[in-house]
């Protein structure tokens, strides 16, 4: 494995850790590069509603959610990885994900 899919593995580690049951897909890294710097993305589905594509360029990273061939990307505080708390941007991943789920689908299916 490469510098790019060892640190593409951990994030996915500390999402699934954090999210839980509301990851509902394996993930999948993808695009990833080594030089001249490490570059990433890692697509996975959660609450069975939304695709989600984290995009990891040269420590800056953030979500989007996917809508065709383009992205609706995800307010976070948390812009770069060597800085960010995982708690925290994982929190606000979720909160903005379930702003735009209806609280039906939410209750139905124990999440809320």
Do not use: H
Not at 16 to 40: A, H, N, V, Y
Not at 64 to 69: E, K, P
Not at 87 to 96: A, M, N, V, W
């Amino acid at each position: 494995m490469n510098k790019a899919e060892v640190l593409a593995s951990k994030v996915s580690d500390e999402i699934e850790e954090r999210l839980g049951d509301k990851i509902s897909s394996s993930f999948s890294i993808c695009k990833t590069q080594d030089e001249p710097w490490i570059e990433f993305s890692i697509e996975f589905s959660a609450y069975n509603f939304f695709n989600i594509i984290l995009n990891y360029d040269r420590g800056s990273f953030g979500c989007s959610i996917v809508n065709g061939s383009l992205g609706v990307a995800l307010p976070n505080t948390q812009k770069w990885y060597d800085k960010a708390n995982m708690d925290i941007f994982c929190k606000e991943l979720q909160e903005q994900l379930e702003l735009r789920i209806p609280d039906k689908f939410l209750v139905y299916n124990g999440w809320k």
